[in-house]
């Protein structure tokens, strides 16, 4: 089992529709959350962190976690063209004593016009 | 001026060369690290630093070295660069305040071709 798991896509939405990005993680432990974009081409830019259960909402997104159920969620409402990216999941990681992050392989996502 | 930069941005190279790639910052964080991302695999961890005395390896940490001159400054080496070495390398790095912990900033990024 991958440590975190991401659906790669592309998830398809139209512009302004609400776009939900999941993401699966196998320990338990695990106690901080980001999302990355990430462009083609280009680096990871972090757009949310997320430390505690429940909802936290930042313009445009919300970042959705549940430590019971092991899943974190990124909701990006109205959606934009320039929201097609590959938007990774990162944890941080419990063997390196919580001191660096595993990354899912990323979700495509796709605004269509 | 940006806070992480990369250098090389791009570098194609033979099989059995040295290549260094360096990473400075100026964000003043302790925390560095370097990962390589290929097709389909995400990023991948190959080492990382918390100071200039505590370096430590990742996931994929065979057929890499690393040195880390200074804070701002944090440098992978491949002794002798394979094919299956190609890949897109990122420098991150991050502050010590315990709230934002592990939030990653990252640098640009080289391209790097193993003939």
């Known amino acids: 089992q991958k440590e975190v798991e991401q659906n790669s896509g592309p998830l398809s939405v139209p512009e302004g529709a609400i776009a939900s990005l999941n993401c699966t993680y196998s320990?338990?432990?695990?106690?901080?959350f980001f999302w990355y974009r990430q462009y083609s081409g280009k680096s990871p830019e972090l757009i949310m962190s997320?430390?505690?259960?429940g909802d936290k909402e930042d313009g445009r997104f919300t970042a959705q976690l549940n430590k019971a159920s092991q899943y974190v969620s990124l909701l990006i409402r109205d959606s934009q063209p320039s929201d097609s990216a590959t938007y990774l999941c990162?944890?941080?990681?419990?063997?390196?004593?919580?001191?660096?992050?595993?990354f899912g392989s990323g979700t495509r996502l796709q605004v269509q016009p | 001026d940006a806070d992480v930069t990369q250098t090389p941005r791009n570098r194609i190279t033979k099989t059995g060369k040295r290549i260094m790639l360096e990473c400075s910052q100026t964000?003043?964080?302790?925390?560095m690290y370097w990962y390589r991302q290929d097709p389909g695999l995400g990023l991948r961890l190959i080492y990382y630093?918390?100071?200039?005395?505590?370096?430590n390896k990742g996931e994929i940490s065979d057929g890499y070295s690393v040195s880390r001159q200074a804070q701002a400054k944090f440098s992978l080496s491949l002794e002798s660069a394979i094919p299956n070495q190609t890949a897109l390398y990122f420098c991150?790095?991050?502050?010590?305040?315990?709230?934002?912990?592990?939030?990653?900033?990252f640098g640009p990024g080289t391209r790097l071709t193993v003939l």
């Open positions: 991150a790095t991050s502050g010590q305040d315990r709230a934002l912990d592990n939030e990653q900033f």
């Open positions: 320990d338990r432990g695990s106690q901080s």
């Open positions: 997320i430390y505690s259960n």
């Open positions: 990162a944890v941080n990681r419990r063997d390196t004593g919580r001191r660096a992050l595993t």
């Open positions: 964000k003043g964080h302790d925390r």
């Open positions: 630093s918390f100071d200039v005395k505590d370096i």
